[in-house]
Nanobody, 121 residues
Framework: QVQLVESGGGLVQPGGSLRLSCAAS????????MGWYRQAPGKERELLAT???????NVAESMKGRFTISRDNAKNTVYLQMGTLKLEDTAVYYC???????????????WGQGTLVTVSS
């Protein structure tokens, strides 16, 4: 199993930037996929970006140019760099780890507790 702890959320003005961190309790090389999601009030949770154990990244089309996902292997941490933030980026941001469980022959999903990002002037 793995535990995930997000940090870096807070209040930011429109047009500002913020970097979120997701620290894993074990090596991220052992995690097949890690992803960032967000959920705004009254809306469904949406996928923002993913990174594989091999370092392949994918960012949702609507976020390209503003959001970037990266990782620090030594710190077992995945980051979400967000720029040109808008009011509608206000949400709780979550990190998720997807791990292949060979014993159960299926993927397991582990979520962090979330970190709140508020974009406001």
């Amino acid at each position: 199993q793995v535990q995930l702890v997000e940090s870096g959320g807070g209040l930011v003005q429109p047009g500002g930037s913020l970097r979120l961190s997701c620290a894993a309790s074990r090596s991220i090389f052992s995690i097949n996929y890690m992803g960032w999601y967000r959920q705004a009030p009254g809306k469904e949770r949406e996928l923002l970006a993913t990174i594989t154990s091999g370092g392949i990244t994918n960012v949702a089309e609507s976020m390209k140019g503003r959001f970037t996902i990266s990782r620090d292997n030594a710190k077992n941490t995945v980051y979400l760099q967000m720029g040109t933030l808008k009011l509608e980026d206000t949400a709780v941001y979550y990190c998720k780890a997807t791990i292949w469980d060979g014993d159960r022959d299926r993927y397991l999903e582990v979520w962090g507790q979330g970190t709140l990002v508020t974009v406001s002037s």
